[in-house]
């Protein structure tokens, strides 16, 4: 079946399974902000110098423009436009008060010469770069300490051309960590929307350090063998909202992070007020809605809802590990449609993966109030292995009104964990058959991220 088809079916069954949560929609608290941010002055990519033919590097008309555009920041901002075309380019950074708008038919594509991606420092709360110690490689579109930026396009297409930086990956040859599509540091009212992102060389989208941010209407696609080719990564960012996107990638679709063991932990800044609704999307090397597994300044206040994924490895999961500290909690999410899916709830206290050997092997993370409803599985594998850690139990994990079909004999394993749960099926694990009670399980919805509006 097409994609475009699937996408419509799988509409279709949750507008009739969550009629409630339908309505709801409604009253979203992700205002649409994007569209009505007017720029009183527009600039063409071209007039800087850019040529569209696919060979012609553009890194410098980018910057060029980009630089050009300062003197508007305090008139109400600019908008760079990007013609039809293919656009190869280097890396380039943003500015504050900046639309960056492509055409329906314009293509970013960066650059094959890693050379054009510059060396910039490891995150505080990472401490190194994620795969190599020391420094990464900039982010094909990057900005940081920016604050009203807006990038968007009638479905136009940022291509990170990232097969060369997978066969870097995979021969062990790249001195420094993969960059992403875009990263966005220290930034405020951020609007990502109405495009399509394919082969990011390494997470597709990654905020960090930030807050009021808004993704709505992308599409990101790379093959289910492309190594880490996470699709969104909110990462220390607070008041995140990901609304109507369509994800197909070789690792997470959505994955919350803050930070790595003792980088992350003496950092401390948490996640937090992160809603995500409406994503439809294929998992195959991956999880469709992930937490971690760095995780060390804190992970809260997170709501996801009108999920529907099929061809994955993981519907939902939690990913952590002793060393890690911080916390994931106070998590809701609901109106889950699986199909063809390895393991629909997967929790493990053991992932591993330390930055050095300095981590503090008892900084051991807390796991609670994490609640699951409404959640309908066909040709599940495995329901839910869930995995605490030892004389460190997750605790108030509920699950209520969940129903899978599974073909595993023993649907679920537990351990160290505790919880409750309601009309579930196949029956839940002996920890979880605690009924289940409001006054222990999370279940309001407590994400608000209204001030996202303020920002534009
Ligand atoms: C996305 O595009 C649609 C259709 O052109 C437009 O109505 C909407 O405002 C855009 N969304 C954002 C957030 O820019
Ligand atoms: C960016 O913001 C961070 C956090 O507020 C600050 O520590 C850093 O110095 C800022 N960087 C620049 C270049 O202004
Ligand atoms: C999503 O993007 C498409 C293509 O640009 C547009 O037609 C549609 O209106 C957008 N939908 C929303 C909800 O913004
Ligand atoms: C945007 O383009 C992608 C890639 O061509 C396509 O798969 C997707 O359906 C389009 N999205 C919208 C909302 O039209
Ligand atoms: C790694 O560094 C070497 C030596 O500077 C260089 O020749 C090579 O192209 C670099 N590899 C990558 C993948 O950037
Ligand atoms: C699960 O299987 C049962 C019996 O085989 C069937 O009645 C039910 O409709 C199936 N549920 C889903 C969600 O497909
Ligand atoms: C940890 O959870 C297990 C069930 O998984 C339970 O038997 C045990 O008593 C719990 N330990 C503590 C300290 O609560
Ligand atoms: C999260 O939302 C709550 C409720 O609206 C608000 O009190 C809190 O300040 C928000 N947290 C952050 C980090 O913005």
Redesign the pocket.
């Known amino acids: 079946m097409k994609r475009s088809a699937v996408l419509l079916e799988t509409l279709m069954i949750l507008a009739t399974v969550g009629q409630s949560s339908w309505a709801a929609l409604s009253t979203s608290s992700c205002k649409e902000m994007g569209s009505s941010t007017y720029r009183p002055h527009t600039v063409t990519v071209t007039e800087f110098g850019a040529v569209g033919d696919g060979v012609t590097l553009n890194t410098k008309a980018f910057q060029n423009a980009i630089f050009y555009l300062h003197s508007f920041a305090d008139k109400g901002g600019a908008q760079l436009f990007v013609p039809a075309g293919k656009w190869l380019t280097g890396s380039f950074s943003l500015i504050s008060h900046l639309t960056i708008s492509l055409d329906k038919d314009a293509v970013i594509i960066g650059s094959m010469d890693s050379s054009d991606w510059p060396v910039i420092d490891p995150l505080p709360s990472y401490g190194r770069g994620r795969e190599l110690p020391g420094g990464r490689h900039q982010s094909l579109i990057h900005g940081s300490n920016l604050t009203d930026v807006i990038i968007t396009g009638g479905n136009g297409t940022i291509n990170g051309q990232g097969s060369v930086w997978w066969d870097w990956f995979n021969n062990h040859i790249l001195n420094y960590t993969r960059p992403h599509l875009i990263e966005l540091i220290y930034s405020t009212g951020v609007v990502i929307s109405n495009l399509t992102f394919i082969n990011s060389p390494f997470w597709a989208i990654h905020p960090v350090y930030c807050s009021q941010v808004l993704i709505q209407n992308v599409t990101i696609l790379a093959p289910p063998d492309s190594p880490n080719t996470d699709g969104i990564d909110p990462d220390s960012s607070s008041n995140v909202c990901i609304e109507d996107c369509y994800i197909s990638t070789g690792d997470d679709l959505i994955v919350i992070k803050s930070g790595w063991d003792e980088y992350g932990i003496s950092y401390a800044h948490p996640s937090s007020n992160i809603s995500i609704r409406r994503i439809v999307g294929e998992a195959k090397s991956g999880a469709g809605i992930a937490f971690g597994s760095e995780m060390s300044g804190g992970i809260s206040d997170v709501e996801a809802e009108d999920i529907s994924l099929f061809n994955s490895l993981y519907g939902i999961r939690i990913k952590t590990s002793p060393g890690r500290g911080g916390y994931v909690q106070y998590i809701h999410i609901s109106n889950v449609v699986l199909n063809n899916v390895n393991i629909a709830i997967g929790i493990t206290g053991q992932y591993g993966e330390h930055p050095d050997e300095n981590f503090d092997p008892n900084a051991l993370p807390i796991i609670k109030m994490i609640t699951l409803e409404d959640i309908k599985g066909t040709n599940i594998k495995h329901a839910g292995t869930l995995e605490g850690i030892q004389g460190d139990?997750f605790s108030s994990i509920c699950l209520f009104n969940v129903h899978l079909n599974v073909t595993s004999s023993s649907p679920w394993q537990?351990?160290?964990?505790?919880g409750s749960s309601n009309l579930v099926s196949p029956e839940s694990c002996e920890?979880l058959r605690n009924p289940y009670q409001t006054s222990v399980c999370y279940t309001a919805n407590h994400v608000r991220t209204q001030n996202l509006v303020q920002a534009a």
């Open positions: 139990n537990c351990s160290y964990i505790q920890p």
